[in-house]
């Protein structure tokens, strides 16, 4: 379709078909002030603002709707949003954490939303190991917290070792970061749960 053909099934669409189209990978970027978007807002139809918070190409209108709703599943979906180059909530661009922000997410999150964020691609290695090391603005979450984010990293696809020899990236850093990792990750882990056998893929409790 062209653009001018996508906005008018959008806008004659159902709140499940919007969903799906956005959901679907579509090309178009639809910036927050694009009078589509604006309209979706003011309708304030939970569905379509679940599809434009989870898979919206305008990280301006994932953090929008972060930022302005009450309801946890759109805050969520928003935090889990994974298709920005790079991009990801509470950090500037290329990934350097705004502090305050940072702080305050831990501080009032709730663990669905822990979940989204630190299971999100774009949270990367350089991320984790800022996270493992305890640096700014991680060096002082208190045990418990500091614990749910370790369980919610298990499962982020960056705390995995990702390269051998035959599959090597372009630049040495890269693997560098991704080999301390998966290093150092089960080290830390063991540290908060010595109770546990950790494997690269799963936990057995002893």
Not at 2 to 16: A, D, H, Q, V
Not at 26 to 32: A, E, R, T
Not at 157 to 169: A, E, T, V
Request: hydrophobic share 35%.
């Amino acid at each position: 379709m062209s653009p001018e053909e996508t906005i008018l099934f959008l806008e004659n669409s159902t709140p499940n078909e919007i969903y799906k189209f956005f959901e679907s990978k579509n090309k178009y970027v639809f910036k927050l002030k694009h009078p589509l978007i604006q309209k979706f807002i003011k309708d304030d139809n939970k569905l379509v603002l679940m599809a434009l918070a989870k898979f919206s190409l305008d990280f301006e209108t994932v953090k929008y709707l972060y930022a302005n709703s009450k309801d946890t599943a759109i805050r969520v979906a928003a935090l889990s949003n994974d298709k920005q180059f790079f991009d990801l909530m509470f950090h500037t661009f290329p990934g350097t954490p705004i502090i305050k922000e940072v702080k305050e997410f831990i501080s009032k999150a709730s663990y669905s939303e822990f979940k989204a964020h630190f299971q999100n691609k774009n949270f990367s290695e350089s991320q984790i190991i800022e996270f493992l090391e305890k640096k700014s603005p991680y060096e002082d979450i208190e045990d418990e917290k500091y614990k749910a984010i370790l369980l919610c990293l298990l499962n982020n696809p960056n705390r995995l070792s990702k390269y051998d020899i035959g599959n090597m990236p372009e630049d040495g850093y890269t693997w560098y970061e991704n080999n301390k990792v998966s290093e150092l990750f089960p080290e830390v882990f063991k540290k908060y749960f010595p109770k546990s056998l950790y494997d690269l893929n799963k936990l057995i409790d002893v």
